[in-house]
Nanobody, 122 residues
């Protein structure tokens, strides 16, 4: 069982940076894959980036080179460092934990944070 709380969103100008945090509870958290998804207004939730329990990185082409996912298992926290933000990055961002199967897909995750709003202005 895993519980997730995501935070760190806010309003930034294009080109700015934000660091999102996903704080987790659960004895087996370190073995889980953790992914970040986002959902823009009126759009479907989409995969952003994930890190497997073994440290493998998975990403969407739209954020490669701009976003970096990392995890600190000692703190039970996963981060998403977002640089070079663009208006099209505006969305609610959600972290999620799963078993590492279908890691780029919503169905691969059993536990979800509540979401944190990221707004990027022009």
């Amino acid at each position: 069982q895993v519980q997730l709380v995501d935070s760190g969103g806010g309003l930034v100008q294009a080109g700015g940076s934000l660091r999102l945090s996903c704080a987790a509870s659960g004895r087996t958290f370190s073995s889980y894959a953790v992914g970040w998804f986002r959902q823009a207004s009126g759009k479907e939730r989409e995969f952003v980036q994930a890190i497997s329990g073994g440290g493998g990185i998975y990403y969407a082409d739209s954020v490669k080179g701009r976003f970096t996912i990392s995890r600190d298992n000692a703190k039970n926290t996963v981060y998403l460092q977002m640089n070079g933000l663009k208006p099209e990055d505006t969305a609610v961002y959600y972290c999620a934990a799963g078993r590492g199967v279908n890691i780029r897909l919503i169905r691969g995750y059993n536990y979800w944070g509540q979401g944190t709003q990221v707004t990027v202005s022009s």
